[in-house]
Nanobody, 127 residues
Framework: QVQLVESGGGLVQAGGSLRLSCAAS????????TAWFRQAPEKEREFVAG????????DYQVAVKGRFTISRDNAKSTVFLQMNSLKAEDTGVYYC????????????????????WGQGTQVTVSS
């Protein structure tokens, strides 16, 4: 069974940067499709960015394109989300999710298609 642990959240001023990490443990192979979702207060959880199992393909929500970058280091079983030019509307709990054992290639946007989740990390951007 795979466990995902997020880290790197915190409080930052608008215009600042944060780097989130999602470390996987419990299985030797970590090259599965992984995504970041976020949930703002009183809103539904939404897709932010995704990366395929080998790191060659990425996808982003329109609102974060050009500001956020998702990447992975399979040797360290870790996926990263570099967040620059942060805005107040980026505030929320950020979750890492993976499609373990489902496939390496297709990035999907629906949270129902991810079978493994981390506990989340809070990101607060002050304006």
């Amino acid at each position: 069974q795979v466990q995902l642990v997020e880290s790197g959240g915190g409080l930052v001023q608008a215009g600042g940067s944060l780097r989130l990490s999602c470390a996987a443990s419990g299985r030797t192979s970590s090259n599965y499709v992984t995504a970041w979702f976020r949930q703002a207060p009183e809103k539904e959880r939404e897709f932010v960015a995704g990366i395929n199992g080998v790191g060659g393909t990425t996808d982003y929500q329109v609102a974060v394109k050009g500001r956020f970058t998702i990447s992975r280091d399979n040797a360290k079983s870790t996926v990263f989300l570099q967040m620059n030019s942060l805005k107040a509307e980026d505030t929320g709990v950020y979750y890492c999710a993976a499609r373990v054992g489902i496939g390496l290639w297709r990035i999907v946007l629906r949270e129902e298609e991810y079978n493994t989740w981390g506990q989340g990390t809070q990101v607060t951007v002050s304006s």
